[in-house]
């Protein structure tokens, strides 16, 4: 277990709670910064989460005593001054997570441009002595953001020349600071794993095109839909590999000429194989080889003259911008923002522009103008027709999507006498069920049928195993399952011992099982563990075994994510927006939530900074009698003297033996009597989720791609002379998971030194150093972190993979 200790009112920089990089020794105290004024604005288009990283500027800067200024309306407000620049207080931040656009709004602005316009705002953010600065935007804001920073000498001394400010106005303002936070649904800037918003719109297109699907279905349509993007094709690739696409066009990537009778051929052959729907996304702004644009409706026009299917065409437009934000939005969001204050508080008269980007699970400042270059030299690289060097400069995340898109894409279901492998892989799920399953068996069914394997598909766990339900899958067995919840191969909550070793020994034999991936939680990684363990006992284990972690509960050793986290936590966020409405409109009610994980505490503790909630506790963060008093009087003085009616706390279902969450609720209801009421909610199962998250669906589909390729490496190197594969290498039972920006093979055997078998507990847990963020966010004085000194350095540019 990673330790923990508390502190009164500060917070070690160099410890990295939240992806810190800051001086050595120095810390984050409670008011360090008293008397910096801080404005924050949103400029060019809205996106889901700009709210909660504006939130996060507030609540940080609150933290660090500084004065935080709203500029509304973007640049406008800015050289509009008056009213458009207002003092931000806590309060005035408080329900705004759960908001689509951005509630400070948004503008356009001509006067910015010119040299006078510049001049008013410079004189409207001296009048408050406003010299540090959050801007959230696109490439275009923040460079004009920059131009302004680099123009701020001049500009000051024109105003005092002119009489417009004084000089005492002049020497507290001599230098202007500027951070920056990409908001944008395209997803087109170079320099971080993930914009602000392009999740969220990922989940408009994918709820879009599920919905579109059941009538598609019902009637033998094809359907063409046009996604947002500009020039970046982000949205249209990651939504056609999570939705199960026919057909993608990108402007990064445009298809080979000839490509109207290529697309024909393949929608013809699927409808052969008895597909019943057709779905193509468009890029907005598609192009061929040539530079002509390709068209939703043009599209529409070759499918049915060509084939004579019905065609509809349907362009989603600002629908995708809309809605409010997934969590993952509302997370990234808050981490930036809480970075961009500290990156500010750091800043110094010398400090170059940075921006504020994402980097695997850590927020990190990287060059401001090094990425605004990088982002405008892929336009540059697809006006030049260089289409392999665009997709090299969106970076590693959209070269892995369209590598195994176009992996996927070109797949054909086997041709009946085609040559097939004499080795079977084998399938099964082994836990309890959770978004992602489904889009994994999927996946490696097609491609490992693809590459002449029989698939073994075991229902029921080991149950199925030992019983007989094992069947070939055949490639339109697994249709569709990408976008299913639940596992429908079924799954059982066992470990192998309980079944006997050499009983599953024998089966396997019996199956020549030359392959074997296990999808699933805490249960399928130890399984694997004790079935490699045996391998000198019993011959059938020693194949090559890959396990892949699927639980929403986030606990498998070797990977910073498991599949069906992302989909959970975008259930408990939608309820927990919900209870927030009900105990508005019921007026002073706190909510207690207990959430599911075993005695993980990641759900609570995402979900926590998800959903703006007061407290989370956890087992890993053990609570004590002192932090349930703190939180009462918390929630007083906010309720009473906040002016907010509503309090939200989290608690992880083993979070303490002794504090439940009915003595925790009872204790609220005791000590808030007269100030608020108390309810509390058990979300059980629901949390499961209904669909498949786009994260879960496309994770799942890329580990699949991944463990297939290493499956069929592995087997034919370990295969004899006399065809039987045979291994007792540690490297061939391994765990398949996401290791900060990659994902990796780690031998089972190397991550059980690392694992709390007794609470099914990696020991080491990344999303611990974000727990001083969510008490910080919500305004507590005192904040609890993890210690773990981490190397000063600086950030260079670098390709990033999400």
Known sequence: MASTSSFAGGISRKDSMFGVLGKEGQEIQAGLYAGRCIGVFTSGGDSQGMNSAVRAVVRMGSYLGCKTYYIREGYQGMVDGGDHIVEATWASSSGIMQLGGTVIGSARCKEFRTLEGRLQAAENLIHRRITNLVVIGGDGSLTGANIFRQ????????????????????????????????????????????????????????????????????????????????????????????????????????????????????????????????????????????????????????????????????????????????AFDRILGARMGAEAVLALMDATPDTPACVISLDGNQAVRVPLMECVERTQQVQKAMDQKNFEEAVRLRGKSFMNNLQTYRLLSKLEPPKHGSVQHTKKFAIMNIGAPACGMNAVVRSFVRLSLAQGYTVLGIHDSFDGLLYGRVKPMSWTEVQGWSGRGGSLLGTRKVLAKQYGLKNIAEKMKEYEISGLAIVGGFEAYHSALQLAEAREEFEAFCIPIIVIPCTISNNVPGSDFSLGADTALNEITDICDRIKQSATGTKRRVFVVETMGGYCGYLATMSGLAGGADAAYIYEDKVSITDLRDDVFHLKNKILNAGVQRGLVLRNEYASHNYTTDFIEQLFCEEGKGVFTCRKNVLGHMQQGGVPSVFDRNYGTKLAAKAVAKLAHQVEECTGSDGKVYTKDPGTATLLGMRKRTMEFTPLENLSVDTDFEHRLPKDQWWLKLRPLLRILAKHTEAKYITESIPESVIELEELDY
């Open 151 to 326: 123009e701020w000498a001049s500009l000051i001394q024109q105003l005092l020349d002119q009489g417009r400010i004084s000089k005492e106005e002049f020497k507290d303002c001599e230098y202007l600071n500027i951070v920056g936070m990409v908001g944008s649904i395209d997803n087109d800037f170079c320099g971080t794993d993930m914009t602000i918003g392009t999740d969220t719109a990922l989940h408009r297109i994918m709820e879009s095109v599920d919905t579109i699907s059941t009538t598609a279905s019902s009637h033998q349509r094809a359907f063409v839909l046009e996604v947002m993007g500009r020039h970046c094709g982000y949205l249209a690739l990651v939504g056609a590999l999570a939705t199960e696409a026919d057909w993608v066009f990108i402007p990064e990537w445009p298809p080979e000429d000839g490509w109207e009778d290529t697309l024909c051929k393949k929608l013809q052959a699927e409808r052969e194989t008895g597909q019943r729907l057709n779905v193509i996304l468009v890029a907005e702004g598609s192009i061929d080889r040539h530079g002509q644009p390709i068209t939703a409706s043009q599209v529409q026009n070759l499918i049915t003259s060509r084939l004579k299917y019905d065609t509809r065409v349907t362009v989603l437009g600002h629908v995708q911008r809309g809605g409010s934000p997934s």
